[in-house]
């Protein structure tokens, strides 16, 4: 799932192209509405993207696992069929295309789909207290999922979950009332910062610490890196079983999880052994 950065940037590359611009030719036909209307903002808010256009109408755009936003000049060959695209806005010079959102939807009120979110993680200013104040009255049984809790605090993804836990030494499965105020502050400090760095780092160059790197040495202990499923979603947790971990008595129980190329480290096999 795109997180609050990705999103970020696919807005500041819709508004740098299409702002200000009169929609030509808006498909599919639930879409068609937008034709003549100019485009008067494209706003970011956690994982949901609303573009505004003139007349009061709103389109919401929600990425999920599975959609994208791509700019292309007209008469360009699009990287993706079109039987994938969910909505294709063209201007006089570019259109962009919105492939394979599971969320897509046209709306009076541009606020009615973030209204129960939380503060925006990149947002300035950015409303701590407030994400403080939602933080202690969630019902999230673990600090891993409380980051992921976009009625918490919004844009947070599993990315930078597993990357802030790591960077504060701090256990994902612990509850977070366990955790003072001044340590949760940070927590989610850190996550903004994380964030915000990536917002001007190119894809091609961002590295992360624990993300990803499965069953490879801890870069602060060199300790495997191991993974856990957390939550109803089984959402992989990465993570340092010495920098951050409890006894493992005291853990509460993870499912091993096998993906292509990366070995059941929860349970400590090797990269390479064979998969479920």
């Given at each position: 799932?795109?997180?609050?950065?990705?999103?970020?940037?696919?807005?500041?590359?819709?508004?740098?192209?299409?702002?200000?611009?009169?929609?030509?030719?808006?498909?599919?036909?639930?879409?068609?509405?937008?034709?003549?209307?100019?485009?008067?903002?494209?706003?970011?808010?956690?994982?949901?993207?609303?573009?505004?256009?003139?007349?009061?109408?709103?389109?919401?755009?929600?990425?999920?696992?599975?959609?994208?936003?791509?700019?292309?000049?007209?008469?360009?060959?699009?990287?993706?069929?079109?039987?994938?695209?969910?909505?294709?806005?063209?201007?006089?010079?570019?259109?962009?295309?919105?492939?394979?959102?599971?969320?897509?939807?046209?709306?009076?009120?541009?606020?009615?789909?973030?209204?129960?979110?939380?503060?925006?993680?990149?947002?300035?200013?950015?409303?701590?207290?407030?994400?403080?104040?939602?933080?202690?009255q969630s019902e999230a049984p673990t600090l891993g999922e409380l980051l992921l809790d976009q009625r918490?605090?919004?844009?947070?993804?599993?990315?930078?979950?597993?990357?802030?836990?790591?960077?504060?030494?701090?256990?994902?499965?612990?509850?977070?009332?366990?955790?003072?105020?001044?340590?949760?502050?940070?927590?989610?400090?850190?996550?903004?910062?994380?964030?915000?760095?990536?917002?001007?780092?190119?894809?091609?160059?961002?590295?992360?610490?624990?993300?990803?790197?499965?069953?490879?040495?801890?870069?602060?202990?060199?300790?495997?890196?191991?993974?856990?499923?957390?939550?109803?979603?089984?959402?992989?947790?990465?993570?340092?079983?010495?920098?951050?971990?409890?006894?493992?008595?005291?853990?509460?129980?993870?499912?091993?999880?096998?993906?292509?190329?990366?070995?059941?480290?929860?349970?400590?096999?090797?990269?390479?052994?064979?998969?479920?």
């Amino acid at each position: 799932m795109p997180e609050g950065d990705t999103i970020w940037r696919t807005a500041a590359a819709l508004r740098q192209r299409i702002g200000g611009k009169v929609v030509s030719d808006a498909r599919p036909q639930a879409i068609a509405r937008l034709c003549g209307r100019r485009l008067e903002s494209v706003e970011p808010t956690g994982k949901h993207l609303v573009m505004q256009f003139e007349g009061g109408l709103a389109l919401h755009s929600h990425m999920r696992m599975t959609g994208a936003w791509h700019l292309y000049r007209v008469g360009e060959r699009w990287r993706q069929p079109e039987r994938r695209a969910t909505a294709v806005l063209t201007f006089d010079d570019v259109v962009a295309v919105c492939f394979a959102a599971p969320v897509m939807e046209l709306l009076a009120d541009a606020q009615r789909p973030v209204a129960h979110l939380g503060p925006d993680i990149l947002a300035d200013p950015f409303d701590l207290d407030e994400v403080i104040r939602r933080a202690r009255q969630s019902e999230a049984p673990t600090l891993g999922e409380l980051l992921l809790d976009q009625r918490v605090c919004a844009g947070i993804g599993n990315i930078y979950k597993c990357e802030s836990l790591w960077a504060l030494g701090l256990d994902a499965w612990m509850r977070p009332a366990a955790l003072d105020e001044e340590r949760l502050r940070r927590l989610y400090l850190t996550a903004r910062d994380l964030m915000r760095r990536n917002l001007v780092t190119p894809i091609a160059r961002q590295r992360h610490a624990v993300h990803g790197r499965g069953g490879r040495p801890c870069p602060r202990c060199g300790t495997p890196i191991r993974i856990g499923a957390q939550g109803q979603q089984a959402r992989l947790t990465y993570y340092c079983s010495r920098c951050q971990g409890q006894p493992a008595s005291q853990r509460p129980p993870t499912t091993a999880v096998v993906r292509k190329g990366e070995g059941d480290f929860s349970s400590g096999r090797k990269p390479g052994s064979r998969r479920r």
